[in-house]
C-alpha cells in the first residue's frame, strides 16, 4: 500500500523518495502493462514512461487511493497507445505450443503458475482478436478482478460500455478455447 | 456448468494466479530517475523554489497557525474600521464655527472657509440659523463687494491728505478714535 506521506514527500521534489515510490508502484504497473502487451521490454517501457508521468503530475494526488487508481487510468491509456500502433502492424502468428500448453491447463488443471513468458503467450493468443478496449476490460476484470466501478473510472468507460465488450470478450475467448 | 465455461474459467484461474514478476525494479527506478533528472531542469529548480516559499502550507501545526493569526489581523482591522467610521460620524455631528474677522481678510481666504462649511455638510443645533447655499453665495458675494470699496475708499483717502485730516478730525469728534485709517 502506497503511503500518503510518501506521496506529500515527493511532491517537495525529493528523488530520493521518488524513487522508493518507483520501487514500491513499478510492481503493479507492470502487472497491468505486461499482461495487456505480452511483452517484457514493452511493459518495461510503459512503466517508465508512467514513473516519468506521474513525477510531472504529482502534485495533482489527494490521496493514496487516488493515487492507484492515477496509475491504472495512466498505464492502461498508454498500453491502449501502444497496442493500437502494433495493431496497425500485426505480428503475430498462431503458435501450436501455446495451444499445447493452454489444453494442457484445461485437461490437468490449474497447478502450478505459470512464468512469465507462458502467461504472455496464453494472454496473447486469447486475446489476439480483441480490440484494445476488450483487452483492457478482460485483463482488468476477468484476471485483475476488478469492479465494474474501478474498471469504470480507469478506463473512462459508461458501465454499459464495459458490460458489453466484456460479453464479446467472454464470447470470444470461450470460442477460442 | 457448459464445458466451455470451465474451460474458460481453469484457462482464467491460472492466469489470475500467475501474477508478472518484475525481477528487479531497481533498472527501472535508475532509468526513470535519469530521465526525469534530464527533463527541465527548471522544473526541478522552480519545484525547489516553490518548496522553499511555500513549503511550509503542508505543516499542519504552521498551517492552523497562519489561520489564526489571519483571522485576528482580520478581526482588527474590522474593529480599526468600526472605530474610524465611528470617529468620522461623530465628527461630522460637529460645528466648525468660522469667526467673522476684520474686513482686511482676503476675499480668497472667505471662500475658502465657506468651501470648507459646504463641504463639511454639519448639522447646526435646532437654536442656530440655518441658512441655504444660495443665501451663503450672496452673502459671499457681498462680503467681496464689501471689501473691494472699503479698498477704493482707503487708496482714495490716503491719496487725499485734506480729506485724511478732515475724516481723522471728524473721527475724533464722535469718538471713533479707534478706527485706524
Known amino acids: 500500500m502506497i503511503d500518503i506521506k510518501l506521496i506529500e514527500e515527493c511532491q517537495g521534489g525529493n528523488f530520493d523518495n521518488f524513487r522508493k515510490l518507483v520501487e514500491l508502484t513499478s510492481p503493479f504497473a507492470y502487472s497491468i502493462a505486461f499482461r495487456m502487451l505480452g511483452e517484457e521490454d514493452q511493459a518495461k517501457d510503459i512503466v517508465q514512461e508512467t514513473m516519468v508521468t506521474i513525477w510531472q503530475k504529482i502534485r495533482k494526488i489527494k490521496s493514496a487511493g487516488g493515487y492507484k487508481t492515477w496509475i491504472y487510468r495512466i498505464v492502461v491509456n498508454k498500453c491502449y497507445d501502444h497496442l493500437r500502433k502494433k495493431k496497425r502492424h500485426p505480428e503475430y502468428a498462431v503458435d501450436e505450443q501455446t495451444w499445447a500448453l493452454i489444453s494442457n491447463i484445461i485437461s490437468e488443471g490449474p497447478s502450478a503458475e505459470l512464468e512469465n513468458r507462458e502467461t504472455s503467450q496464453i494472454i496473447s493468443l486469447l486475446t489476439n482478436r480483441l480490440s484494445p478496449k476488450q483487452k483492457a476490460v478482460f485483463i482488468l476484470s476477468e484476471i485483475e478482478e476488478m469492479s465494474g466501478d474501478e474498471i469504470s473510472e480507469i478506463t473512462g468507460m459508461h458501465k454499459s460500455v464495459i458490460k458489453a465488450n466484456l460479453h464479446y470478450a467472454r464470447k470470444n475467448i470461450s470460442e477460442m478455447i | ?181
Open chain 2, 1 to 181: 456448468m457448459k464445458p466451455e465455461s470451465e474451460k474458460y474459467n481453469k484457462v482464467l484461474e491460472i492466469l489470475r494466479k500467475s501474477k508478472p514478476l518484475l525481477n528487479s525494479t531497481e533498472d527501472i527506478e535508475n532509468k526513470v530517475v535519469a530521465r526525469i533528472s534530464r527533463i527541465p531542469g527548471s522544473e526541478i529548480t522552480l519545484t525547489g523554489i516553490i518548496d522553499f516559499m511555500f513549503g511550509w502550507v503542508y505543516i499542519g501545526w504552521v498551517r492552523r497557525s497562519m489561520i489564526a493569526a489571519s483571522m485576528v489581523l482580520v478581526m482588527v482591522f474590522i474593529y480599526q474600521q468600526s472605530v474610524v467610521l465611528k470617529r468620522i460620524n461623530y465628527l461630522n455631528r460637529q460645528i466648525v464655527i468660522i469667526e467673522g474677522e476684520t474686513t482686511t481678510t482676503p476675499a480668497d481666504e472667505i471662500e475658502r472657509r465657506i468651501m470648507i462649511y459646504k463641504l463639511s455638510g454639519r448639522i447646526l443645533p435646532s437654536n442656530r440659523l440655518i441658512i441655504s447655499e444660495k443665501q451663503l453665495d450672496q452673502l459671499l458675494e457681498s462680503v467681496t463687494e464689501l471689501q473691494g470699496k472699503y479698498k477704493d475708499l482707503l487708496n482714495l483717502i490716503q491719496e487725499d491728505p485734506e480729506l485724511k485730516n478732515y475724516i481723522e478730525k471728524k473721527l475724533k469728534e464722535t469718538d471713533h478714535t479707534g478706527i485706524k485709517l
